[in-house]
């Protein structure tokens, strides 16, 4: 179904490569907007850089999340539907929320089985 392809997608897109440099005290290439970041990611032991790295995962996240739950209150509210090549998707084809199928897919969720 289109509709769980989509939200597929999108999981496999929330990686940060912003968190995933910090993990790995990657340097970032060194200009002046840049030099602060560099700094820190020096003078950080492995335990600061996971927790940095945690955080901006969770906020690219977050990031995530609200623009689904902004596209999900169009859809309750204003009428917004999406079309793959004129074929409309189904609206919350499992009677849940966008945001709600994407946590549910990123926390390892299957999708729920057709029972019809």
Do not use: C
């Not at 597929?8 to 490569?17: F, H, K, P, T």
């Not at 499992?94 to 729920?112: H, I, K, Q």
């Amino acid at each position: 179904m289109q509709y769980e392809k989509i939200i597929d997608a999108l999981v496999e897109r929330r990686g940060s490569i912003t968190a995933k440099k910090f993990r790995h005290g990657e340097q970032w290439l060194n200009t002046t907007e840049k030099s602060k970041f560099n700094t820190l990611i020096k003078s950080a032991s492995p335990e600061q850089l996971a927790l940095f790295s945690e955080l901006l995962q969770s906020e690219r996240d977050s990031g995530f999340h609200d623009a689904l739950v902004v596209l999900s209150e169009l859809m309750n509210l204003e009428n917004l539907r999406f079309s793959v090549n004129g074929e409309e998707l189904p609206h919350e084809p499992y009677g849940t929320e966008l945001y709600f199928d994407w946590v549910a897919r990123v926390s390892g969720e299957p999708w729920p089985q057709d029972n019809s």
